[in-house]
């Protein structure tokens, strides 16, 4: 294939991963094949919604190697050993997608596969070991996986999946059909539970929130609003985006609205508490909800996105809309100095962030994480992200990818 039409497809399926929801962010890679030689790959942490042809990068299947001042993907040597060992194979995705992070969590493969999807993927979908993000380890056991298997897809522990076609309609039909595999998964589990057939994910966080309730006192019910902060005046509005409150944060004097609500008592601590952040969301997501009832004091990562944005563990605290003097500190508290996310017992979670953008960074990861969570739950089992490889993951996110995005 010509170069430059290999970039601009790869550009092409980019976006339509984010569209899709299959990646967010800088997460995930696309590759195509060029020849028998080289492969175009995305470069490192660069947005897909603004990538151009000229960031897509060059690259050696034999060796990984490549010209030029930008860098490709830190998961290049996963794409070229899926272009070594499968000839048959043009064109690559590497996603963080949701369903597929549930059977990632679990660590085991998925045995049977029929219908329709069967014909898509194959017989199987095989699940790695874990390596940490960009790492040989990822790649070795990526390609243990591969080998022991004829799927066009492989489930990368507690991270994503590899999705493998002969073209880029394949790839995407790959992808597509493994959240549809994984989701089927999951239902099923529920079903031989509970004896009832799931309509929705909503049916499952239902169920668990219900038999696995951390309290049978349920927390005071809290309103979920969102803010920003400019200067010193802090903006609050509710989940429609219409404006409630307009506040100055250094004297907690309403400037706007009609009163101040006392929810708006913990998004004022939060921010004179932490200087770094500059909007928050209070996300009532169901899985976000679910987690919240459930989770005893902390949650921990079972995908490496979520501890690279929240960290090695999120708090759950509750947060009273009658005493917000002293809950409002036992949720700044459990933000610390560098945390995003902090679920509110009962009543979702804030999700913290310098801008909008991050905000929803960290609104996306924790309920991709909660969602592994409540689902695993169904099976008795996770396998969570270890805390050094976790806090490896958070560093090395805040210190250098998250600078690029």
Known sequence: MD????????????KQLVTSGLIARTWGNVSCRVDDESFVITPSGRAYETLTPEEVVLVKIADCSYEG??????????????????????????T??????????????INSISGEAKQIIGDNIPVSNY??????TLKKNVVKALKRSDSKAVIMKNHGAVCLGKDYDDAF??????????????FERYATLTGKIANSFKDVYDYIADVKRRSEIPATPVTAYDSSREGNVMGLKDKEGADVATIALHKEMLILGDKIPSEADMHMAIYKGREDINYIIHSDEDAIVSASKVVKK?????????????????????????????????????????????????????????????AEA??????????????????GKAKYVGAVDALLENVVYRLKYSKQK
């Open 362 to 379: 960290s609104e996306m990861v924790a309920d991709k994480n909660c969602q592994t969570f409540v689902s695993t739950q169904l099976f």
């Open 3 to 14: 170069i430059q039409k290999a970039k601009e497809i790869v550009v092409e399926a980019g």
């Open 298 to 358: 902390k949650l921990k990562p079972l995908i490496d996105d979520f501890a690279q944005i929240a960290g090695v563990t999120v708090q759950n605290v509750e947060f009273d809309p009658n005493n917000t003097l002293k809950t409002s500190k036992k949720v700044v508290k459990a933000l610390g100095k560098t945390k995003t996310v902090a679920l509110i017992r009962d009543n979702g979670a804030v999700c913290c962030g310098k801008s909008k953008d991050e």
């Open 173 to 186: 039909a790959v992808a597509n059909a493994v959240e549809d595999v994984c989701e089927q998964y999951v």
């Open 96 to 109: 963080h997608q949701k369903n597929a992070s549930i059977v990632s969590a679990l660590g085991c493969d």
């Open 131 to 136: 390596g940490l993000s960009g790492t040989g």
């Open 69 to 94: 001042d930008i860098k490709p993907s830190s998961e290049k040597g996963i794409h070229a050993n899926c272009y070594l060992l499968r000839p048959e194979c043009n064109f690559v995705i590497h």
